[in-house]
């Protein structure tokens, strides 16, 4: 936490922290980190990379917006778990921005979660 939280946002009062801080915060831990590639779970991580994608694109392809921040933060896991971490750090970004704009606040906790499993 000293290390990349405080630096940005330590300072802050909480109502002030925002999704621009705290992607601050995390990307230096999900560029850095590789401990997420070494999973025993490997190919099937590649394989849920590959059904969450589809299924995303499905879902798009009706026009519906509704639980993509849980989609896309379960994507960034997959995505973390074969070492793809730009592309994890992506859809975190990603999956923030939705909880945002869907207003689905039911899954902002989750989003945090995933993008804080770098941290542990």
Same mark, same amino acid.
């Given at each position: 936490m000293a290390t990349y939280a405080y630096p940005i946002i330590g300072d802050l009062p909480v109502a002030a922290v925002d999704t621009a801080h705290i992607m601050r915060v995390l990307e230096p $831990?999900?560029?850095?980190n590789s401990s997420f590639a070494a999973s025993p779970t490997r190919?099937?991580?590649a394989d849920a990379v590959r059904m969450i994608n589809s299924g995303i694109e499905a879902w798009q392809s009706i026009g519906s917006k509704l639980w993509m921040p849980n989609y896309l933060s379960q994507l960034a896991m997959a995505h973390a778990g074969i070492g793809q971490l730009n592309d994890a750090w992506r859809? $975190?970004?990603e999956a923030m921005t939705a909880v945002e704009?869907?207003?689905e606040g039911l899954w902002e906790a989750e989003v945090h979660r995933i993008?804080?499993?770098g941290i542990v």
């Open positions: $831990i999900w560029t850095t190919d099937k991580a859809r $975190i970004g704009t869907t207003k993008a804080g499993y």
